[in-house]
């Protein structure tokens, strides 16, 4: 079982549910994911930043926490429950130099502004070509994208 709180909460529930005091830090992509668990009880704490992993470090051990890098997660061979994180998808359809369009597709544990997107599109489009002569602005008046963001609540719904 997974309990989701606030960051700010997450040293209080993890002293309210008798944890042992280990919060695991990682990171993916812009949030910075915390998790107390307990394999006697097979559950997790879990909390999201914004914050990077230091600064998220700094104030666990400050509310009282010792801190490790990495991440509980569940054992799917041993039966337990998936941890259900929400995902976004987004998307960019886009002009190319060909007679078809271009389309960017990609997902995120986080929600992502449509600068997120761009930004991105961008620095993966820049791996691909070479895109250092052409600044974010002219890169977007060039491809002329449409950017679409897709959070889990209608990612489920498509599903239903």
Known sequence: MVLHVDFEHIAEEVKRHGYKPWAYVSRDRNTTLVTVGSPESRTVVQAETT???E???KLLTEQ???VAPGRWVPDPFAGELHIAQPIWVT???YRTQDE???LWVDASRSELSVGDVL????EEM???TDLSTTSLDEF???TNPNVVVLGPDQLAAFAD
């Open 126 to 128: 820049g791996t691909e």
């Open 91 to 93: 998307a960019v359809a």
């Open 55 to 57: 600064e998220a470090k």
């Open 64 to 66: 009282g926490l010792l």
């Open 140 to 142: 977007i008046v060039l």
């Open 119 to 122: 930004r991105d599109f961008y």
């Open 100 to 102: 078809k369009p271009g």
């Open 51 to 53: 914050l990077g992993p």
